[in-house]
């Protein structure tokens, strides 16, 4: 197969990798979700940028294990722990005192979590404030959230609940002394969980291969480039600021699987199947909300997002509540409140009759 940068229709971004490394060099950094897509390219590059000490934060021994593998052992330490802990966060953050987090854990597959939604209100909101309050209380000096395009109008769980944590970052920078960045973007080609690895699948199986909608578009980044990306917004630090990536132009998804079939050697006669949206699911993403404007930053490729909608005045109140109710209500319960919060929410109809897991 073809090298997966030839899969997008575009050059793959550029970095300034000097600046990267101006800010990376010599700090003590943390990483949650350290075994995920993301989370462990994020560990690869940090140790190649010089950091001093790299903690990777991860609940999953496996993952945890082979990133391990993949990074200097004399750098980077493992660390075996939950972010719903926070006894165990404490740890962490005592013992190695990062200056830098950067926070990639998180549920993040759209139709699983549908069903799931006290799971993902927990990880996806609880994880996110338990770990930028143990920064704060630690002494950490920046912590960047990773965000997605999914939590712009948001139609699925893992949409709002990653909304309400970009959310908790613009509240958290009134008060905190660490500075809350949050960087947004797309999918990420060939990641844990996304349409190429499923494509590839579905053509050594000899077919079909699945694409729920002929219309259905998405932006895609590939993942060297997100954490390059990622990296870069993070060293701009102006606390409560939210950047977006540029993705380039979003793709069909029919497309998309058209090159990879191509790429595989697929025989002509190989069908490409339509099953129909799924629940949580939408034609077009977007990058950029009704309420929200881009401002050019320093750096080429990062825009930084500015919102002219205040935080109500209830907001902490209201996440509190919800918080509260992931340990005990069902699934519509937990929607209608995502809906309080995120009232640009427009749940799937099947989400809320699905059973509380």
């Known amino acids: 197969m073809r ?76 660390f075996l722990g939950d972010i719903l802990d926070a006894r165990r966060l404490d740890e962490a953050f005592a013992r190695f005192r990062p200056e830098i987090v950067f926070h990639a854990a998180a549920h993040k597959h759209v139709n699983l979590i549908e069903k799931h939604v006290g799971e993902a209100v927990k990880n996806n909101i609880s994880g996110t404030r338990f770990a930028a309050q143990a920064a704060e209380r630690h002494g950490a000096e920046r912590f960047v959230l990773i965000s997605t395009d999914k939590a712009v109008n948001p139609s699925s769980v893992m949409g709002a609940t990653k909304r309400v944590a970009e959310l908790l970052m613009r509240d958290a920078a009134r ?52 954490v390059q990306l990622v990296i870069e917004a993070a060293s701009l630090g102006r606390s409560g600021a939210m950047y977006v990536l540029d993705m380039g132009e979003p793709i069909r998804i029919v497309d998309l699987a058209r090159r990879v079939m191509e790429a595989c050697g697929a025989p002509p006669s190989m069908a490409i199947e339509f099953i129909g949206l799924r629940p949580g699911e939408k034609l077009d993403e977007e990058l950029v909300g009704a309420n929200e404007r881009t401002e050019a930053t320093v750096i080429p490729h990062i825009a930084e997002i500015r919102s002219s909608e205040p935080l109500a005045a209830t907001f902490a109140e209201e996440v509190a509540l919800l918080e509260a109710l992931a340990m005990t209500a069902g699934n519509d319960e937990l929607i209608e409140q995502l809906r309080a919060i995120v009232p640009e929410y427009e749940p799937a109809s099947a989400a809320t009759t699905a059973a509380h897991a």
């Open 3 to 78: 090298p997966l940068d030839e899969l997008l229709p575009r050059r793959a971004i550029a970095a300034d990798v000097a600046a990267m490394r101006a800010f990376v060099e010599g700090r003590r950094v943390l990483v949650t979700g350290a075994g995920g897509s993301i989370g462990s390219e994020l560990c690869r590059h940090l140790v190649r940028l010089g950091c001093e000490r790299l903690v990777m934060f991860e609940r999953h021994e496996n993952s945890l294990y082979e990133v391990m593998l993949t990074v200097d052992g004399r750098t980077a330490e493992p």
């Open 175 to 226: 008060t905190s002394r660490t500075e809350m960045v949050t960087v947004r973007f797309g999918n990420v080609l060939g990641s844990s969980g996304s349409v190429l690895p499923r494509f590839q699948e579905q053509i050594r199986a000899g077919g079909p291969v699945t694409v729920t909608h002929p219309d259905v578009r998405r932006f895609f980044i590939r993942t060297h480039e997100a």
